[in-house]
């Protein structure tokens, strides 16, 4: 099977190839997220049990293996967002199967809530990781699905490039779960709020400052 492991090239092409409809809502100089949201035509229980089934419906060229089916999640604390990479049984290949982890529940409130921590991607690669918390509402006629990635810490990639990337393909995982399930027509999704620019930390006092404060204290 060709593996498909140029996850980081794909990336870096997806804000030309994959239409965005998820919006990076906060940037610092360290991390970022994305939010989207959609709605499907079914009920919570029938979004929840096809949400933990993430073979079905995420995209194959966001596997390593190349093959979403080999994905698979358990919907416990400590349970793993995991797939398997098929070993190469070719003359010049290898027969041990590898693996992937892509992320660790945290948290699984079945019906409403799945979080799920880890670096997806070429995230996977960096000090940097992320927390993916996906909510469900029940709504008239179906389920409204929140689906939030908020990440943090050291990376080798510019913040405004790599935030584009990732919520491109946070928001075609989500469509395909829409697609998966299908859409809920005539449904307004409610405007995607953007959290306010962080202050600015305060300006550090000047020597002098410092040393006439102390002088205050004796």
Not at 49 to 75: C, E, Q
Not at 120 to 142: D, K, N, R, S, W
Not at 176 to 194: F, I, K, N, S, Y
Request: proline fraction near 7%; include cysteine; charge should be negative.
């Amino acid at each position: 099977m060709r593996r498909n492991l140029s996850m980081m090239t794909a990336l870096a092409c997806l804000s030309a190839s994959v239409p965005v409809s998820a919006e990076v809502v906060s940037t610092t100089v360290t991390g970022f997220v994305t939010r989207d949201t959609a709605t499907v035509a079914v009920s919570p229980l029938e979004t929840w049990l096809a949400l933990i089934k993430p073979g079905d419906w995420w995209n194959d060229r966001h596997s390593w293996s190349g093959d979403a089916g080999n994905m698979v999640l358990t919907p416990q604390a400590g349970g793993c967002f995991c797939e398997t990479i098929p070993g190469d049984d070719s003359a010049n290949g290898y027969a041990m199967d590898g693996s992937a982890l892509h992320a660790t529940v945290v948290q699984a409130f079945p019906l409403r809530v799945l979080r799920m921590r880890g670096g997806f991607g070429p995230l996977q690669g960096e000090p940097a990781t992320g927390v993916l918390t996906i909510t469900m509402e029940e709504i008239e006629g179906g389920t409204r699905i929140l689906w939030e990635y908020n990440v943090g810490g050291p990376m080798r990639y510019e913040i405004g490039q790599i935030s584009g990337a990732v919520d491109a393909v946070m928001s075609e995982q989500l469509r395909g779960l829409q697609a998966h399930l299908g859409a809920l027509d005539g449904v307004e999704p409610p405007a995607v709020a953007t959290d306010s620019e962080p202050d600015e930390p305060p300006e550090e006092p000047s020597l002098e400052a410092q040393i006439d404060a102390l002088a205050d204290d004796d």
